[in-house]
């Protein structure tokens, strides 16, 4: 009875599909959308509707179906509704993914399997290194990549003394890893905390204090960077040790921090005011559309439809050549919210890093602006570890 | 032979499991392979957690813990088997060996402490303990740790079965199945199981008869534990991924859950709890993105007014049946 | 050692037991006089949270807020009494926890659906939001001195309810022989109205409390709930006295298991194992703690007289 329901459904499916003429081109989008990091997932969504905006709804002259999956921050339901775009929805391209953790139980679900995956944010060291597979890019960064330039910064600072505070995941190990293989001064203290459930940080903040660091530096991605900052500030340490980050106050909780956050400084890729057409554009109408600056998640999760795009246009809009498709995306032809760049070896973009201060715009909102620029055309560095090259 | 309505129904449901690699393969949906593949490996945990919670009366709040195990024992298994090349640790026969004799262990220690208490302390007792289990996985960073472990490879049978294949793994999960359906008919009609369904209702009068119940209870614990490693072994090859969620204590809800819903205390009310379970998510999920708002009052009115779960509903469908056929045999007459 | 490290962290395991203890005594009360195990004990926990985020953001005021907060979280626990708990009592704790855990999914989808699925924040007054200079130097969130204020002043209250007044005294008799108290011809449906309703409001304050320290969103009451449960069977279920002093246990262990143990790990291990040990067996302590307690007595730490 109910494979008959099933079975019936499937055939009309399968005899609409056959009606339509060209091809269309089916995009999967895991992201997080319920639960405190929902709100990044809506940003990312946004993002993703407003490049579609702008390229008419089509690619290619095709038309493009968007599965939007809500992985709820856990990755065996970011395994499992991957294996339900590949298996079920058939789709051509697997996007999406903020979390490392979720991206690593993933990956092997769709690289090799047919469609192309590409991550808009979690960048684990692995899939730029070892497991770098032919069907697999980024439009994002590699995880170390950011806090290695935060290393280079803490060193011009003159830091000596830091403790490091992370989430125990993924990529919270690579982040500090990053800081590590940078900065020059010596780590006085680390904590790994418990990721997503703990979200009280008065234990570590009293270590923190009894440790009396120069500096701190933390990744927080998502509600977490504003509970640590909020309650950072809470135990009379903000003023008192300066505090560091990446990944941890964005567009998202800015206007929930507000001062707290203010003159704070981090190391990103990318900011609202980087200065090129296509971000000028891309923040305008973001801004216009949603009433918010865009988060960095939002910035490179239009470039993934960028990507797209400049792919499936590139092949006239026949998704079988999967090896036209590949060759396109590599050559990264495609207005990039960071300007333009290059592919290393592994798929993952050769790109510059800057560091950012928390200001306020003319209207008294507060954003992100760029200080300086800490590394030039810089590779992440488990390209190395790739055994690809074209 | 009676082919009463609740036969009927229960026959074509298994038929119908069996059926489905080839009926998704008819439509061109191998989805749904993969769909019923985790129906039936969460029938065998629910199958083994019947054994306790629905002959014993057990609560155990902890079941997904052997799950976890099964899982762990296959991902670090087939982990050193790639990184390291060490061939027989990818063996799947050693997989299911070792996951049966850890888990056995394992229920033998939760067991011989948990058993001791009663009640609302029995359930908390066992939470506990999976969550220990829980921790002590999400703090193994060799594996993984929190992030979980990707499986590059299935459990290797020698040859004998190609588990890379889903429609291979879809039948190893039902031949267990149908063994751990077998196994749990065979238990609880033998004089074993007479004595733990005993315990359930009057523990006082099993002990003054003179039964040692308490090694009674802890055999049927530990035989538990091991079916549901078995299962757990199965639930690692479907996903290709193992992660400390397996055993989370709402992995060990979602088990009692399918029991309760299905049947407690009866053969297949397990397997019809699993299948009705992750249907209903599949279609309520499909249906609405707010579908636990309907699943959670469901839940809620089952257990207050089915308390035999399905099983027991189809139960009363027989009852109707017969005084249909009763009342149509007295119109012959 | 470091002594002023300790005594920080001491501070903050009280206040974490504390919240704990709010928690806590509701459901052991509900547990011990109405033998209900409920699971969405939780759920009022983060219907405190909402509650007190909706009010503040009206009012302008986190301490109007959260006054209004309290009465709404106690007609919320009566309603839920009223309307799908008294069904249960009668029924095995297997229906009561698969129920409950039922009502647990309905309330995370009904937050969601009301107040979408982002989560909120409270901001705390100016007065609050900053820190305070105690004894050696060492400086505290001014708010966890509140919540620890708070906490006590309720323990106290909670104390002469049960021990000094008519309805504490049905409360004990209640706990310790429930059939009792009913044969004695007390309206027994008014004493569970009145304690659900009580312990509703106590989870209610709790989340209200811990909603400016971490955030206010869906499924915030899961996590805590199972701890609560560990601090209620530790203490002995249906006992006041058990879960305060349980609670304070487990949110001492809890807390200085986390800050401590890296470096006693460190004195017998290298740092590596010490550093990835930690963090897990710091998670697993309270559920040994509690695993070993019932071991030697499966009664908890105070099991009620008579029970």
């Keep these: 009875m109910k494979l008959g329901i099933l079975g019936t459904l499937s055939l009309a499916a399968m005899l609409i599909s056959q009606v339509a003429l060209a091809e269309t081109v089916k995009i999967g989008f895991v992201t997080t959308l319920t639960g405190g990091a929902g709100a990044i997932g809506n940003d990312m969504r946004d993002a993703v509707e407003l490049a579609l905006d702008h390229l008419g709804r089509k690619m290619g002259g095709s038309d493009v179906k968007m599965f939007y999956e809500d992985d709820t921050f856990k990755p065996a339901v970011g395994k499992q509704k991957t294996e339900k775009l590949v298996k079920k929805d058939k789709v051509h391209f697997v996007t999406g993914y903020i979390w490392s953790h979720v991206l690593l139980a993933s990956r092997n679900s769709v690289v090799g399997k047919g469609p192309f995956m590409i991550t808009s944010n979690a960048g684990p060291g692995p899939v730029a290194g070892k497991l770098c597979h032919e069907d697999f890019f980024s439009t994002s960064w590699q995880n170390d990549q950011t806090t290695m330039a935060m290393g280079e910064v803490l060193n011009q600072l003159g830091i000596k003394n830091l403790y490091i505070m992370a989430p125990n995941y993924a990529a919270g190990k690579s982040m500090v890893k990053g800081v590590s293989r940078t900065f020059k001064g010596k780590i006085i203290g680390k904590d790994m905390t418990k990721f997503p459930a703990q979200l009280d940080f008065s234990a570590e903040l009293a270590k923190i204090r009894a440790a009396k660091p120069d500096a701190v530096f933390v990744f927080y991605p998502g509600k977490h960077g504003m509970q640590f900052f909020k309650q950072y500030s809470q135990a009379g340490l903000k003023g008192e040790i300066p505090l560091y980050s990446a990944f941890t106050v964005d567009s998202l909780s800015l206007p929930r921090l507000k001062d707290l956050a203010y003159g704070s400084l981090m190391t990103q890729f990318w900011a609202p005011d980087l200065d090129n057409a296509v971000n000028k554009r891309f923040v305008a109408d973001y801004r216009k559309k949603t009433g918010r600056y865009p988060t960095f998640y939002a910035a490179q999760s239009y470039d993934t439809i960028m990507l797209i795009n400049s792919a499936v246009t590139a092949v006239g809009g026949d998704l079988s050549n999967k090896d036209g498709m590949r060759n396109a995306m590599r050559k990264a032809n495609f207005p990039s919210i960071r300007g333009p760049f290059k592919y290393g070896n592994n798929h993952f973009p050769i790109q510059n890093f800057y560091l950012r201060k928390v200001v306020k715009d003319a209207d008294g909102n507060f954003t992100t602006s760029i200080v300086k620029t800490v590394y030039t055309n810089h590779q992440d560095p488990y390209a190395k570890d790739c055994k690809m090259s074209w | 032979m009676n082919f009463s309505p609740r036969t009927s129904i229960i026959a074509l449901l298994i038929i119908g499991l069996g059926a489905v690699p080839i009926i998704a393969a008819g439509i061109d949906e191998p989805f749904y392979t993969v769909l019923f593949s985790r129906m039936l490996i969460l029938s065998i945990g629910a199958v083994s957690l019947n054994l306790i919670l629905g002959f014993g009366g057990m609560v155990s709040f902890g079941h997904a813990v052997y799950l976890g195990i099964g899982s762990y024992v296959v991902g670090i298994g087939t982990f050193h088997a790639i990184e390291d090349g060490v061939q027989w640790m990818g063996n799947g026969f050693i997989h299911m060996g070792i996951a049966v004799g850890v888990s056995a262990l394992a229920g033998l220690v939760i067991g011989a402490i948990s058993l001791r208490t009663r009640g609302v302390y029995f359930i908390m007792i066992t939470l506990a303990f999976s969550q220990m289990f829980y921790f002590i996985a999400v703090g193994n960073e060799n594996y993984g740790g929190d992030d979980g472990l990707s499986l590059y490879m299935r459990s290797d049978f020698a040859g004998l079965l190609d588990l890379s294949n889903d429609n291979t793994l879809y039948y190893l999960n039902f031949v267990v199945l149908l063994a751990s359906l077998y196994i749990s008919h065979r238990l609880t009609n033998s004089r074993f199981g007479m004595v733990i369904r005993g315990t359930k209702s009057n523990e006082q009068r099993m002990k003054s008869i003179g039964f040692p119940v308490f090694r009674y209870r802890l055999v049927a614990f530990i035989i538990a534990g091991a079916i549901c490693g078995l299962a757990g072994v199965l639930s690692a090859n479907q996903t290709d991924f193992v992660s400390p969620a397996v055993m989370h204590w709402t992995r060990s809800g979602d088990l009692i859950i399918m029991t309760v819903l299905g049947g407690l205390g009866t053969l297949f009310g397990p397997v019809i709890g699993a299948v009705a379970f992750l249907f209903l998510e599949e279609l309520l999920s499909g249906f609405t993105e707010y579908w636990q708002l309907i699943f959670g009052p469901m839940l809620v009115l089952v257990v207050i007014f089915a308390r035999g779960g399905i099983d027991g509903m189809l139960v009363g469908l027989d009852r109707w049946w017969n005084r249909l056929n009763i009342i149509n045999k007295e119109g012959d007459l | ?307």
């Design chain 3, 1 to 307: 050692m470091n002594w002023i490290l300790l005594l920080e962290q001491t501070l903050n395991g009280f206040q974490f037991g504390i919240l704990l203890f709010l928690l806590a005594a509701g459901l052991t009360l509900i547990f011990g006089i109405m033998d209900l195990i409920n699971l969405a004990h939780g759920s009022l926990y983060m219907m405190g949270a909402y509650f007190a985020a909706t009010f503040t953001q009206w009012t302008d005021s986190f301490l109007l807020g959260a006054l209004l907060a309290l009465p709404a979280c106690m007609l919320f626990g009566v309603i839920l009494e009223r309307i799908a708990l008294r069904t249960l009592y009668t029924r095995s704790h297997l229906d009561q926890v698969l129920a409950t855990f039922g009502l647990i999914l309905f309330f995370n989808e009904f937050v969601r659906l009301i107040w979408g699925p982002i989560g909120l924040d409270i901001p705390l007054p100016g007065l609050l939001s900053g820190s305070v200079e105690l004894f050696f130097g060492i400086r505290y969130p001014a708010f966890r001195l509140v919540i620890i204020a708070v906490g006590i002043l309720v323990a106290f209250l909670l104390y002469l309810l049960v021990s000094k007044t008519r309805i504490g005294m049905l409360i004990r008799a209640g706990a310790s022989n429930r059939q009792m108290v009913s044969a004695l011809g007390i309206n027994i449906n008014l004493l569970y109205t009145i304690v659900f309703g009580l312990g509703a409001a106590l989870a209610g304050l709790a989340g209200l409390m811990a909603a400016p320290i971490m955030t206010v969103e869906i499924g915030m009451g899961e996590e805590i709930l199972i701890v609560t449960f560990v601090v209620i069977v530790i203490g002995g279920v249906g006992s006041i006295k058990g879960a305060f002093v349980a609670a304070l246990i487990v949110g001492f262990i809890d807390t200085v298991g986390r800050s401590f143990l890296p470096d006693i790990l460190g004195l017998f291990f290298s740092n590596d194992v010490a550093d990835t040990a930690a963090p897990a067996i710091s998670s697993m302590l309270i559920y040994i703690l509690m695993a070993l307690i019932l071991a030697i007595k499966p009664q908890g730490l105070f099991p009620p007289k008579g029970a």
